[in-house]
């Protein structure tokens, strides 16, 4: 059955035939055969609701948590006074200073798992969009089209004052609107192709058929193919235009059918993938009588389970604070099985919760320490010349370089300091000036959100009228910085603010940041029907199947999949230390996966 991805019930004729007539019905619709309630996981989302069918699949559309703050024709909100709010390139430089600050207990893997996890439910298609389709949107042929949406900069920039840059080329968010699924003049809703519930999207795709280009249909394996350093690889494509950086000849590496982005989700991607194909082998062996498709599913299962208990059990608590989140019902502190799910909650992501994942890259080093497997330092590599060149990752000791430095260098700072790559040159060698801080601001005018004070009493129940409503959230030295810059409180933009709030108690982030992952994360535990802590599930886990995931941790996975990864410390989003020293993979301090558990 045609679903209408907007409405989510089947598409009526009257609907397919406007569809039909504007050649868009493969977009704006999901093909969902007949859903059998005992089936494993579908790779594309669909009959992940029994109800809605086609909720959960790919191009499930976005929600919001407040409603959309836009002037007419979509453009930006204005000011109090009516005027036009500051320009996003002044508000980054001004409420995010440019340096270098490490943060001296975690490791660089902190941001490369946490985009990873975002890229589960979140698709790149908009930088996509302006990198490879409209590319001129500071020259007067972007003047004209609406499309274009470039961060102007101003006259005194602090750096551009010398480098005669005064624009850097930035596109409007795509929407069912853009793709013409929903008329000009409704109500913006944001297109993710991703599907929004979290089941390794970025690692199996999810569109409808790819999973059968990756399949080998044989013992449940994926494809994977050696590169020229002989290190193991998902099927490339030589030709492709996405990894513009491959140093060509000899860099030929570039996913087929996996995104070729920043280079630790990259890593992380490759990783998770090649874990697939070892959980079926350890399965095959195990229990030789499986066919492939059970082999396949039940290595899959197992993939996303182990993926989600990182994320949940040891990154997350980390960052929102472990206590927090137990209160808030988002981690559970026994090991055994739970069930929050409702049926009657669709399985939708809000707009909220990936644009504020953006927080995330004041804490990016963009200095990436290279180290051998021996841990002995190597070199710095440019973090940003390594997006769209995972070539680099198929010659050399790149890959086992990358990987030794995510476990053996330090994060960057959590603070309002960003690093000077990330608010210059974020873009490396695609862009020539990418500030991705005034890109995210900007980005939540295009998006329509409300302003941070209608977030912040959204999650504290309370009101912010004056810029003193807000002492007890930033210390008076960012309050000041914000009364500088905005003319009045609800001038604020969401990132403005969470630039400056004070970190939640317990945890690394900003208040309003927490409030809203965790609004998020409590909708996905309620309306994802395979969701690995269930009992009652299709292929559930058994009590002591749990207990196995529970313990896997991401030391154990780079132990097992990493290439080269012989020792490690167990807690390897924390920094070496004495407490938390390199021990050998062999080590029962490791958290490894073991799948006796399902032997039948
Ligand atoms: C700490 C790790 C990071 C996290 C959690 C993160 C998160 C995100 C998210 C959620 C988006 C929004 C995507 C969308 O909805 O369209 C985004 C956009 C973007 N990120 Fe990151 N990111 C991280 C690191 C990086 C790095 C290392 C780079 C560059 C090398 C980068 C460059 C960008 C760019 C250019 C965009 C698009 C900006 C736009 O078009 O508005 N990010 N990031």
């Known amino acids: 059955v045609l679903y209408d991805c907007i409405s989510g019930q089947p598409a009526n004729s009257t609907q397919l035939r406007i569809y039909a007539e504007r050649n868009n019905i493969e977009v704006c619709t999901v093909d969902v055969k007949p859903c059998d309630p005992e089936e494993w996981q579908r790779v594309d989302g669909s009959c992940n609701n029994l109800k809605y069918p086609s909720r959960g699949a790919f191009r499930t559309p976005t929600i919001r948590l407040l409603p959309l703050d836009f002037s007419p024709n979509y453009e930006p909100r204005k000011a109090c006074d009516g005027g036009d709010l500051e320009l996003p390139r002044k508000l980054r430089t001004e409420l995010l200073c440019s340096g270098k600050v490490s943060e001296m207990k975690l490791t660089q893997l902190v941001s490369y798992y946490i985009l990873f996890s975002t890229g589960d439910i979140n698709s790149i298609h908009d930088p996509l969009n302006y990198l490879f389709n409209i590319t001129y949107c500071c020259t007067p042929k972007g003047k004209d089209d609406y499309r274009c949406t470039p961060i102007k900069v101003p006259v005194h920039d602090p750096v551009h004052r010398f480098s005669g840059i005064s624009c850097m080329n930035l596109t409007r968010p795509q929407s069912f609107q853009t793709y013409g699924c929903l008329d000009n003049n409704t109500d913006f809703v944001r297109i993710v192709f991703q599907t929004p519930i979290y089941d390794l999207s970025n690692v199996y795709n999810f569109e409808q058929g790819f999973i059968n280009h990756i399949r080998t249909f044989k013992n449940g394996l994926l494809k994977i193919y050696p590169a020229e350093n002989g290190l193991l690889f998902p099927e490339t494509d030589p030709e492709s235009i996405i990894c513009k950086l491959n140093q060509r000849p000899r860099e030929t590496l570039c996913h087929k059918y996996l995104s070729n982005n920043a280079i630790g989700p990259n890593i992380m991607t490759i990783l998770f993938y090649r874990q697939h194909n070892k959980i079926a082998e350890e399965l095959h062996k195990l229990n030789p009588s ?59 992501m809000t707009d909220e919760y990936a644009y504020v994942h953006r927080w995330f890259h004041v804490i990016q080093e963009t200095s990436m320490k290279f180290y051998d497997k021996d841990g002995y330092f190597v070199k710095t590599y440019p973090l940003v010349n390594a997006t769209g060149h995972t070539g680099m990752l198929g010659v050399d000791d790149n890959m086992v370089y990358i990987t030794q430095g995510s476990f053996r260098q330090q994060s960057g700072g959590f603070d309002f300091i960003i690093d000077p790559d990330m608010s210059e040159r974020a873009l490396g060698g695609f862009q020539l000036a990418t500030d991705v801080g005034a890109f995210d601001l900007a980005k939540g005018r295009y998006f329509g959100f409300s302003p941070y ?8 129940k309370k009101s912010y009228k004056k810029f003193s409503d807000l002492k007890d959230s930033f210390s008076s030295e960012r309050l000041y910085r914000l009364m500088e810059e905005y003319k009045c409180p609800s001038d604020i933009d969401l990132m403005g603010g969470l630039w400056a709030e004070n970190f939640v108690k317990g945890g690394m982030v900003p208040e309003t940041l927490y409030c809203l992952l965790v609004e998020q994360l409590r909708r996905t535990l309620a309306s994802d029907r395979y969701w690995y802590e269930r009992p009652n599930r299709p292929h559930a886990f058994t009590e002591d199947q749990l207990k196995a995931i529970r313990k896997v941790t991401i030391a154990g996975v780079l132990c097992w999949v990493g290439d080269h990864v012989t020792e490690i410390q167990p807690k390897a989003f924390y920094i070496i230390s004495a407490k938390n020293p390199l021990v050998k993979c062999s080590s029962s301090k490791i958290g490894k996966l073991d799948l006796s558990a399902w032997k039948e």
């Open 290 to 348: 499986w066919n492939d498709d059970r082999l396949f599913f039940t290595a899959r299962n197992i993939n996303i389970a182990i993926s989600l208990q990182i994320l949940l059990y040891e990154l997350l608590p980390i960052l929102l604070g472990r206590k927090n989140l137990i209160k808030d019902g988002i981690i559970s502190c026994d090991e055994g099985f739970r069930d929050l799910y409702d049926e009657n909650i669709e399985p939708l």
């Open 453 to 460: 004070i209608k977030y912040k009493e959204f999650c504290t």
